[in-house]
């Protein structure tokens, strides 16, 4: 949500594609997420600039080996920094900026987007949290009107935790959708 309220052509775009795909009859369901590709771009752009874990889930050479020509001895603890590598730009162009087109392309390919980790050992819940995300954040968009508290843009900037929290807690004005209200009504 922060992410929208500074880029509000962003939020936008997802309200468009929602009503295009959804409308205002009802709330979206599961088996509209696959038709809304852009708010697919938009979540995968928001894990890629904030992994939910900043550090994967720690491993342990099991033998030497060499990795980036690095002596790694067997028994060393290996963490792999997602945030950084989903912040590289010998891999992603313009890697700072929030630009979820660039998912509408290209989807990640090999280890360059592993916010759920990859391979054999990536989170097993990553679907189920995909799922969740997409209907949490279509349901906000389509019901809500979202706006910055005041004219200044959203600090993004991140605190110390395991999570890498926001350094400062969102505020926001929102606001149920008058096209809405008549299916808030009967919830």
Known sequence: ????LNHPEALQKVHDEIETHVGHQRLVADSDLS??????SVIKETLRLFPPGPLLVPRESTM???VGGLHVPRGTMLLVNAHMVHRDPEVWANPTRFMPERFETEEGEGYKFIPFGAGRRRCPGQALAEKTMGLALASLVQCVEWRRVGEEEVDLSESEGLTAPMAVPLEALCMPRQAMREVLSQL
Request: charge should be positive.
């Open 1 to 4: 949500m922060a992410l929208f």
């Open 35 to 40: 038709n809304l590709r852009y708010l697919n």
């Open 64 to 66: 030497e080996c060499k």
